[in-house]
């Protein structure tokens, strides 16, 4: 029988390949809406198509571990047991994984005491006798032993299996200079790390197979142990028994009696109808329809002799995208009233560009698109810039970047009505669904075209920029059927007007004096060298202060310093640790070294900086409305947000941030302990509401009612303390975090928590109320309806279920607070807009805004800013607004 008319035997080890697709795939990537983690699922059955369509094997099964109790652990109790417990994201997702097997006609097997390599080994052997070409899949090198001339070994990368090494019995020889049968003898005496099976000391692969050449064999090697000299001979003559029990347990069993042998194992057409239920019911529709399709393209290239290889069931494949038209004048015209009327809830609009220039436009409804030739001043697209600029609803991905594209083209941007990049995010805020293509395989599981970004001359061009409109439409169509009533608020009252608010921020810019950055650049320079050479003549020698491993060793051996918390590459010299030890125990070089660290940050800051002026001498960064989980506008390219406000450096990089030409002063203006105002709210609790209702100074109000006395009499360490609480406490903090942070006893820690929880327990009602109502709901809420989901606060794992407990206390606050900034930013924007003013909004910095104020505005500025920012919500405390007024950033400060 020649090799082309043998059956091909597939035999995958379940474990090890869901293992490698769990960590090929980001966990909160593949979550279904119940909170099942999916990564696995979707990664192993795309591996597994990935097979099929490669090597399309006539027989298949998948062998799985039952435990991990085997008779290896019996002969050797720490086998493997220096592998962790499978995360809980993992293991949930193995019994659907086998479920969606079977709903595939795929056989799994198993065998109790033994693992899913011995299965393998017994199907194997069975396999060569009974006439198969064998094939193993599997991600553990002890099925190298099983390579022979009708075996192959499929092994998978770290990523997964897109990239698959094939052993046969050459590339066996080639990689490790010996026979397949013989690399058992190699990892006996190298040892297995994964299995926790230690080696000779000192031998390491080339020594062993430098042994198995000459010998032979482990048992020879033993034999003649006496005749190798050296500290290795020593070693292996008194170890003996460690490579003689790592070759015992890697030894695969090739001779269990199992229920199934290669014949049942023959491949059998889907149950399309279970295979639905299961992967439709867990948001996998995307490869659900690939299984469909390639069984459907399996059935249709069988032989009428095979009938029952072809699915019963046409798959339902994606509608094809129509083709654009390219229509002018009239034509154009009459297009867009015709589909405009067609589709109520808008069309879709796409804007291809290339940094800030308009390469294409593209519009699309149902079942029509257009490619829009424009040119500027051109009658042919009057029609278009027409109905662009008018009330007609546009529907877009990443609107922000086009509406500014278009703007600056001088073409106005009326009716956005939706993004869905914006509504992705709020369905799925620690998610990932960013481009188009990510929104559009989530929600209606298909694949948008793309070239490949490899070929410099792409066969594909991709989806064009009318395609890309088409999907957008429809991938609104398919987000509107998920978004709630909230959820759309949110969208259209908050998050679309603060895009338009935010696309003229980042225009505008913000103007900086470059030559004060320059200077402070320089000084920063000269002190981080100063401090690099006092930190070198302290320990006596020179060293790379951003080497971890260099800092080790002058820290734990030369100036014999206390252990750190333990890291992978050692002990930790974060910034915590360095803290930690400055505080318990000080010496010079960690005090120098902190400082330096410092300084480089701060320098690293302004080179940033200085590299992101443009020709205007401005700085626009870039605002980000979907980069936070909590709602938080981001600052990126450059991060505006992160330039340190307490530090001296900090001030001095903020003058360099100044009132732009015919412009005659900047306005700050921020919100006082708007986190604290929005707590005081949201738990109702009496005393809290007083304080901020009274005028008084919050801490020492609350400093007063956790220590009885008299407000006068609280010290700046007791207001010290009770501000720590507050603040501490909305995120979550412990007692532990508390001592921690304020160098107390944890008992002393507790005992103020107890104090201020009993002259404050609405508070208290309120964190413990917030946590359990989100894990009923799976889902905490802001004053406006913003949703963030917690799946993990139902997670066995306590480490993760921890996490999601003390995110959660947070959430509705930070939340609140992101929409109260949004909605402020907005009536200040419109009023501004109606009112002509030349002033305008440059800066979004956490709580705080930033303008840039002409000459004769102040007034009204100052008027719009105040009232805006204190009626952006009705609480049952003020907003209290700060403003400022200087020349620049610093001096504006208040």
């Known amino acids: ?47 597994l198509l990935l097979l099929l369509q490669n090597e399309k094997p006539t027989h298949l099964g998948v062998a799985f571990d039952i435990s991990r109790s085997s008779f290896r652990t019996r002969d050797y109790p720490e086998y493997k047991g220096t592998r962790s417990e499978s995360p809980p994201e993992f293991s949930g997702q193995v019994p659907l994984l086998q479920d969606a097997l079977k709903a595939m006609n795929i056989p799994t097997m198993t065998k109790e005491d033994f693992e899913a390599d011995d299965v393998i080994a017994s199907l194997a052997k069975r396999g060569i006798e009974e006439g198969y070409r064998v094939l193993l899949v599997s991600g553990d090198r002890d099925a190298i032993q099983l390579v022979n001339d009708r075996v192959t070994l499929l092994y998978p990368s770290r990523q997964g299996v897109s990239d698959l090494t094939r052993y046969d019995v050459e590339k066996v020889r080639t990689r490790y200079g010996i026979e397949p049968w013989q690399y058992p003898d190699i990892a006996a005496l190298v040892g297995e790390t994964s299995d926790n099976l230690p080696g000779i000391d000192k031998v390491g692969e080339k020594t062993a197979v430098k042994w198995l050449n000459q010998y032979g064999s482990l048992e020879a090697i033993l034999a003649n142990a006496d005749q190798i000299k050296g500290v290795v001979g020593n070693n292996l003559r008194e170890q003996r028994d460690r490579a003689e029990r790592n070759r015992r347990l890697n030894r695969l069993v090739d001779d269990l009696e199992l ?47 095979t009938p029952e290889a072809v699915i019963k069931e046409e798959p339902s494949l994606a509608p094809p995208a129509p083709a654009p038209a390219l229509l002018r004048g009239a034509e154009l015209a009459a297009w867009l009233e015709r589909q405009t009327a067609a589709h109520p809830g808008g069309l879709g609009l796409a804007v291809e560009l290339a940094g800030d220039r308009i390469l294409g436009i593209g519009v699309a409804g149902e079942t029509e698109s257009l490619t829009v030739p424009w040119v500027p001043g051109s009658a042919d697209t009057a029609p278009f810039e027409e109905w662009l600029a008018g009330p007609h609803r546009k529907l877009m991905h990443e609107a922000k970047p086009q509406l500014k594209a278009l703007t600056s083209a001088g073409l106005p941007l009326g009716g956005l009505a939706f993004d869905s990049q914006i509504a992705a995010w709020l369905l799925r805020p620690s998610g990932v669904d960013k481009t188009l293509g990510d929104v559009v395989l989530r929600y209606l599981n298909e694949e948008l075209p793309q070239s490949d970004p490899n070929q410099l001359v792409p066969e594909d061009d991709g989806a064009g920029v009318a395609t890309q409109a088409w999907f957008t439409f429809r991938a609104v169509d398919a987000l509107r059927g998920v978004l709630d009533e909230r959820d759309t608020r949110v969208l259209t009252e908050i998050e679309l007007p603060t895009l338009r608010v935010l696309a003229r921020m980042e225009t ?21 060298e100063s401090l690099a050479q006092e930190a070198y003549g302290v320990v006596g020698h020179e060293l790379n202060l951003g080497s971890p491993k260099q800092l080790q060793q002058v820290l734990f051996d030369e100036l014999g310093m206390p252990k750190t918390r333990k890291t992978k590459s050692g ?18 070089f960690v005090d120098l070294l902190l400082q330096h660290r410092d300084a480089s940050k701060l320098r690293q800051i302004i080179e940033t900086l200085e590299r992101s002026i443009g020709g205007d001498g401005r700085i626009h960064t870039t605002y980000a409305l979907t980069g936070t989980t909590t709602g938080r506008i981001s600052s990126n390219d450059p991060n505006l947000q992160n330039i340190p406000i307490r530090a001296e450096e900090g001030r001095k990089m903020r003058a360099a941030f100044v009132k732009g030409d015919g412009y005659e002063t900047l306005l700050t203006a921020d919100y006082s302990q708007i986190e604290m105002r929005i707590m005081a709210h949201l738990s109702q609790d009496a005393g809290l509401i007083e304080a901020f209702n009274t005028g008084e100074d919050l801490h020492r109000f609350v400093g007063a009612r956790v220590f009885g006395v008299d407000p006068a009499d609280v010290t700046p360490a007791m207001r010290t303390k009770v501000k720590a609480m507050s603040y501490g406490l909305a995120y979550g903090l412990s007692a532990f975090g508390l001592s921690k942070q304020l160098r107390i006893d944890t008992s002393e820690a507790r005992q103020l928590m107890g104090d201020y929880f009993a002259r404050f327990g609405a508070v208290r009602d309120y964190l ?32 993760l279920r921890d ?46 805004l930033v303008f840039e104020v002409a000459a004769g505005e102040w007034d009204d500025v100052e008027g719009i800013v105040r009232d805006r920012m204190a009626h952006a919500a009705e609480l049952r405390v003020p907003l209290d607004v700060q403003v400022g007024r200087g020349d620049d950033w610093d001096a504006a400060a208040h």
Do not use: C
């Not at 597939?10 to 293992?19: E, K, N, Q, R, W």
């Not at 002990?571 to 010079?588: K, R, V």
């Not at 003390?806 to 607070?817: E, H, K, M, T, Y």
């Open 1 to 47: 029988m020649s090799e082309s008319d043998q059956p091909t035997l597939l035999l995958i080890d379940g474990h090890s390949l869901a293992f490698r697709a769990f960590y090929a795939l980001p966990v909160d990537s593949f979550t279904a809406a119940n909170g099942q983690h999916t990564n696995a699922i979707h990664g192993f059955l795309s591996m």
């Open 259 to 305: 229920e199934v042998g290669p014949a049942d194992l023959e491949r059998k057409p889907v149950d399309v109808k279970a295979l639905r239920e299961l992967l439709g019911g867990l948001q996998m529709r995307n490869i659900l329809e690939r299984i469909l399709k390639y069984e459907g393209e399996r059935g249709s290239a069988s032989s009428a002799a």
């Open 508 to 528: 505008n810019g913000v103007a900086v004096d470059a030559p004060l950055l320059a200077s402070l650049s320089g000084e920063l320079g000269e002190r981080i």
């Open 571 to 588: 002990f930790s010299t974060d910034a915590d640790s360095l803290a930690d030890l400055m505080e318990t125990h000080p010496h010079p």
């Open 768 to 799: 413990r109320n917030v946590v359990e109502e989100a894990r009923a709901d799976g889902y905490t809420e802001t004053i406006f309806g913003r949703r963030r989901p917690f799946p993990d606060l139902n997670s066995p794992n306590r480490v």
């Open 803 to 848: 996490n999601a407990e003390r995110q959660a206390l947070n959430a509705p606050i930070q939340g609140s607070a992101a929409d109260i900034m949004k909605l402020a930013m907005i009536a200040i924007d419109r009023d501004m807009q109606e009112r002509e003013l030349r002033s305008r909004m440059l800066l979004q910095v956490h709580d705080e």
